[in-house]
């Protein structure tokens, strides 16, 4: 299994990016999959997560409205899409999915959101 995010960079505050996370090495369409982020000196914390064919979604209530996951069955990627970025949103974002007891993560990516 191997989840390789990429997208993230610095920015300023109301700005939007996207990030990639490219998945191999198991089925991708039969598993859920979700964005976490960890700041730091805080724990991980999970942002989003879609179902295996984009029917529901769950956000954390800080990115509600703002951030929108999904996933291209075709190309093996998941996607997060932030709009409305905030200074508390700079963290570094991981790409996770579990295949029974096991949970996979991506190296992370880094979003830094300063003026």
């Known amino acids: 299994v191997q989840l390789v995010e990429s997208g993230g960079g610095l920015v300023q505050p109301g700005e939007s990016l996207r990030l990639s996370c490219a998945a191999s090495?198991?089925?991708?369409?039969?598993?859920?999959m979700s964005w976490y982020r960890q700041a730091p000196g805080k724990e991980r914390e999970l942002v989003a997560t879609i179902n295996t064919i984009s029917s529901w979604t769950k956000y954390a209530d800080s990115v509600k409205g703002r951030f929108a996951i999904s996933r291209d069955n075709f190309r093996n990627t998941v996607y997060l899409q932030m709009n409305g970025l905030k200074p508390e949103d700079t963290a570094v974002y991981y790409c996770q999915c579990s295949l029974g007891r096991n949970n996979y993560w991506g190296q992370g990516t880094q979003v830094t959101v300063s003026s």
């Open positions: 090495g198991f089925t991708f369409s039969s598993y859920y």
